[in-house]
């Protein structure tokens, strides 16, 4: 059975050490992380694609959790995540009336 497609994903990429003119620079040791939302597209396989706020990351997620990266420019190479999870959805406050 397909579960059904998250809204939201949060993608963590293993962090890059800047080069500098010096040379490249100690690795950080957190993660960068980037969420993404579903967009009305489906990629090649058929999942939902989602995308940041600057359209510049884009991904196509299965039902499964599987993580397909999208190029969005000619030079881009896009990297892998290294990990990925939905963003649930907040919902209505505990503790608040309800109608009867």
């Known amino acids: 059975m397909a ?4 809204e939201a994903f949060e993608l963590k990429f293993a ?3 800047p080069v500098t003119a010096d040379g490249p620079e100690e690795v950080p040791e957190v993660p960068d992380t980037v969420v993404v939302h579903r967009t009305s597209a489906n990629g090649p396989g058929g999942h939902p694609v989602y995308t940041d706020p ?3 990351v884009r ?3 299965s039902d499964r959790g599987e993580v397909r990266m999208m190029a969005t420019s000619a030079w881009q190479v896009p990297q892998r995540p290294i990990a990925s999870h939905a963003v649930r959805s907040r919902g209505p406050r505990s503790g608040g009336s ?3």
């Open 3 to 6: 579960a059904e497609a998250s």
């Open 15 to 17: 962090p890059i050490a």
């Open 54 to 56: 600057t359209g510049i």
């Open 59 to 61: 991904a196509e997620i």
């Open 98 to 100: 309800t109608a009867a």
